[in-house]
């Protein structure tokens, strides 16, 4: 009965990481962390799409950020020079809480508990801490004046996949302990006395 639960326990476990890792994912490549309210003008982690019609021009954050800073004559509300810095951070931080969900789940999966310097959901969840900072910061200092966007589908999967996250490496790291020693084994051998 225990042994079925615990294959239970690991196989949810497995999922829900799986799913996280899934979100965070889609938010590393997708272009509506930060969306227009006519869908023209969309922004990804590191890029960002300008629409007119059917045609889309795609340029880099820290370029955008600079254009706005000559058009606005460095007015420091209209652009900030920590926004495209926090999208390759938050980039980064989503690609290793996925690369660690993904490789705990397997690890539960495979019912494989190797004793690690650092085990893959602390890597999962420490990226998920540092990807949360990075990724309110990125959009809190959008370039712009106040309504030119507003967060988009991207930034709400990000947030579904951080809670899931959190939740799904604890569960993984439980399930990934590697076993115990039994320090006591052989300490009252009469054999030694």
Not at 22 to 29: D, E, G, R
Not at 137 to 156: D, E, N
Request: glycine share 10%; with cysteine; proline share 5%.
């Amino acid at each position: 009965m225990t042994e079925q639960k615990s294959t239970d326990n690991g196989r949810f476990a497995a999922l829900v990481g799986l799913a996280a890792a899934t979100c965070f994912v889609f938010a590393v490549l997708s272009h509506f962390w930060l969306v227009n309210a006519s869908g023209d003008v969309r922004f990804g982690l590191r890029h960002n799409l300008q629409c007119a019609g059917q045609v889309c021009a795609k340029d880099s954050n820290a370029h955008l950020v600079e254009q706005v800073k000559q058009m606005s004559g460095n007015a420091p509300d209209m652009a900030s020079d920590v926004f495209a810095p926090m999208g390759w951070a938050t980039t980064i931080a989503c690609a290793l809480a996925a690369l660690g969900l993904i490789t705990a789940a397997a690890l539960a999966l495979s019912r494989f508990r190797p004793t690690l310097p650092i085990s893959p959901s602390t890597v999962a969840l420490l990226s998920i801490m540092v990807s949360l900072i990075t990724g309110c910061v990125f959009v809190a200092t959008k370039p712009g004046g106040p309504g030119f966007v507003g967060v988009g589908l991207s930034f709400w999967v990000f947030g579904a996949g951080a809670v899931a996250g959190i939740a799904g490496a604890q569960m993984l790291a439980k399930i990934n302990r590697a076993p115990d020693p039994d320090l006591m084994a052989d300490a009252m051998n009469p054999d030694d006395f």
